[in-house]
Structure formats: C-alpha cells, structure tokens
C-alpha cells in the first residue's frame, strides 16, 4: 500500500519560509521522479517542482528562484524548501509520485501579508 505523508506546512509572515516535507512508503522510492503540487481555493492544481531519480529538477516559473526541491533516498523523503513567500504561495501543497496516481493527503501553507 502506497502512503505519502506530508508535513511543515503552517501560517508564516509573507517574506518567511518553510519546508515541507514528504514520506513515502510502500514504493521503491528511489525509482521514482517526485512531484510537489499546490491547489489554492477555486483554482486548478498545478505543478511547484520536480525532481527525477536522477536528481534532476523542474520548476515552475512562479517559483524559480524562491523555492527548492531535493529528495533523501534512504530517508524515502522529498522536500520542498520554500524561501521569500508570498501571500499568492497560500495552497494545500500535495506530494506525488509522478507518472501515478498516488498523492499524499496534503499539507496547508498560508502566507500572511
């Protein structure tokens, strides 16, 4: 069974960070390209990052420069360290093992301005 399980998401200070967090189990982690996804109130979700078995990242353009993707193998753990935040930043984050179906539950970050 699939389980992705993310964590650190909370309220911050527009201009602060966070870092969120992703643990998988029930996959061979390593194997696998990781996805970070965000949903804001009445918008679609959209892709933040990815991150290849390889190591090799993408970012959507709203966040080049501000936010990080990184992955542990041994940990089965994705991150996403989010710096300079910015109240439009405000989504449930969600964590996906990319070219699947499986998501996590999702995290909520809210950035106050």
């Known amino acids: 069974q699939v389980q992705l399980v993310e964590s650190g998401g909370g309220l911050v200070q527009a201009g602060g960070s966070l870092r969120l967090s992703c643990a998988a189990s029930?996959?061979?982690?390593?194997?696998?390209?990781m996805g970070w996804y965000r949903q804001a109130p009445g918008k679609q979700r959209e892709l933040v990052a990815s991150?290849?078995?390889?190591?090799?990242?993408n970012y959507a353009d709203f966040v080049k420069g501000r936010f990080t993707i990184s992955r542990d193998n041994v940990k089965k753990t994705v991150y996403l360290q989010m710096n300079s935040l910015k109240p439009e930043d405000t989504a449930v984050y969600y964590c996906?093992?990319?070219?699947?179906?499986?998501w996590g539950q999702g995290t909520q970050v809210t950035v106050s301005s």
């Open positions: 029930g996959i061979i982690f390593s194997f696998n390209a």
């Open positions: 991150i290849t078995k390889w190591h090799d990242t």
């Open positions: 996906k093992v990319e070219t699947t179906d499986y």
